[in-house]
């Protein structure tokens, strides 16, 4: 825990949401092919006063954060480190709650952060010490934002993708276990309701993988509250994509994943047979499906699961 402050109690109300330094310079000086010694450097640089040199450093990192494997080991053991992004995090809170704008439409500093904290989710090694220091109970009050601004929106999806990355492959079931017992639907139900299509398909997804385990099924159909709230959530996502001109065909994957998997419980199969996702079922979106196998088999699986509840 020594990477880790003492406190979150620190005053952060003086903070103003930042933004990175100039985006064309900051692009224009990517080192496209960094050793090792220039990635401690740049963890090392992070740490600067000087804002320039910090954000050409987190810049950096971020783009070869999926080239080596070993950065989310470095950025967690490095002294303090950890301590320094979680700080990032942390000055956003008196700002969430309030319209933010950005003239050139940037994400603001934060959202970088968010994205080095994604990489430290996914790694197996670092992914067991995140879970153990609770690190997601600092990504919690970016999912609640009430408000859509762009910049805010940033945060929202940096955050659902740091939960997301928690739970790519390899599934960890101590993973799943952490967000059902921490109430992570809740959060990603607010994304659902009223964040932007992508936060929304970070947020499905987020279920998806729930829904992939015995025990995250159980938890999703166990309560008759619980279940029909996912439920609703989805049918609304549907008549979210029927509106669109160019409707997400991932996002529509992802609930038709989820219903498949839904129906292989006896308890959600008697729900879905009063109430079921007709606009799934009567050709409403023909068009993905025909784009779409895997979609094409999750729905045959609904209905062969909804039907073997007709034939009892």
Known sequence: MANLPDSLYED??????????????????????????????????????????SDFALHNLVTHKNTYEILPLLLWKSPC??????????????????????????????????????????????????????????????????????PLEYLRLGALGVLAHMLKAPLDGVAVRFLMDKGALRYCTKAIEIGSTESKTVSVYILNKMLSTDEGLKYCCVLADRFFLIDGLLKKLLVYLSSMKNPSPSLFNLIAGCYAKLSQKSRAREGLWRFPPVMLLNGTFDSLLAEDPDAVYYRKQLIRN?????MK
């Open 81 to 150: 480190t950890v301590t320094k992004m979680l700080q990032e995090i942390v000055k956003t809170y008196p700002h969430i709650s309030t319209p933010v704008h950005s003239e050139d439409g940037r994400p603001p500093r934060a959202y970088n952060v968010l994205l080095l904290f994604q990489c430290i989710a996914h790694h197996p090694e670092t992914r067991g010490y995140f879970l153990k220091a609770k690190m997601p109970y600092y990504l919690f009050p970016l999912m609640d934002i009430n408000l859509t601004d762009k």
């Open 306 to 310: 909804m039907q073997s509840k007709a």
């Open 12 to 53: 952060y109300s003086s903070y103003k949401l930042t933004w990175p330094s100039s985006a064309s310079t900051l692009t224009t000086n990517v080192v496209p092919f960094p050793d090792m010694d220039t990635i401690i450097q740049w963890i090392n640089d992070f740490h600067n006063d000087i804002s320039f040199i």
